[in-house]
T-cell receptor, first 115, second 114 residues
Framework: DAGVIQSPRHEVTEMGQEVTLRCKPISGHDYLFWYRQTMMQGLELLVYFNNKAVMDDSGMPKDRFSAKMPNASFSTLKIQPSEPRDSAVYFC?????????????FGDGTRLSIL | AQSVTQPDIHITVSEGASLELRCNYSYGATPYLFWYVQSPGQGLQLLLKYFSGDTLVQGIKGFEAEFKRSQSSFNLRKPSVHWSDAAEYFCAVGAWQAGTALIFGKGTTLSVSS
């Protein structure tokens, strides 16, 4: 079975540019999570969806970040304008059923570098 | 709200020696507990999970973990470490309520010396 698929795997862009990260969850999973991982902050939950609806986006900087899930098999995380402090590895994960008591399945991440 | 503490940031173990990684959680009810492993350049992979029942759970790659309610702990163990086990390990706790997310610890980096 295909796992969580993220694209691109690596992204290098200049400050001020728009960045779009993409995620395809495991088929049938109705929870989708976006995380950011840095050396300093560790793994941070940015936003998560249940059945395409945002459940909690309190971890996401709203002024420059936006997350969408237009259908059950696709989600995007957009940063506009990007800043050097956004450099991190961004992970998407999905899970089945009730999010709190089901394991999350992670993609391989997008390594983002903002110059 | 639940929380997770992994007291050890970095641990070094000799190859072939036993391993124990500590995890303490805070939650008012019976928690759902998970251990994940992250190898360099990869995403997090589920090692094992505890939902209920037997407090000693077996996972992949020869790992096991024991849930101790009295100590609010869920420590990860392996009897003999291999060099390929060098990675970062995350403990996570989940609640039974629908619509909630897992809470992850800060992680423990495991180095394996020869």
């Amino acid at each position: 079975d295909a796992g969580v698929i993220q694209s691109p795997r690596h992204e290098v862009t200049e400050m001020g540019q728009e960045v779009t990260l993409r995620c395809k969850p495991i088929s049938g999973h109705d929870y989708l999570f976006w995380y950011r991982q840095t050396m300093m902050q560790g793994l941070e939950l940015l936003v998560y969806f249940n059945n395409k609806a945002v459940m909690d986006d309190s971890g996401m900087p709203k002024d420059r970040f936006s997350a969408k899930m237009p259908n059950a098999s696709f989600s995007t995380l957009k940063i506009q304008p990007s800043e050097p402090r956004d450099s991190a590895v961004y992970f998407c994960a999905s899970s089945l059923g009730q999010g709190g008591n089901q394991p999350q399945h992670f993609g391989d991440g997008t390594r983002l570098s903002i110059l | 709200a639940q929380s997770v503490t992994q007291p050890d940031i970095h641990i070094t173990v000799s190859e072939g020696a036993s391993l124990e990684l500590r995890c303490n959680y805070s939650y008012g009810a019976t928690p759902y507990l998970f251990w994940y492993v992250q190898s360099p350049g990869q995403g997090l992979q589920l090692l094992l999970k505890y939902f209920s029942g037997d407090t000693l759970v077996q996972g992949i790659k020869g790992f096991e973990a024991e849930f101790k309610r009295s100590q609010s702990s869920f420590n990860l163990r392996k009897p003999s470490v291999h060099w390929s086990d060098a990675a970062e390990y995350f403990c996570a706790v989940g609640a039974w309520q629908a619509g909630t997310a897992l809470i992850f610890g800060k992680g423990t980096t495991l180095s394996v010396s020869s």
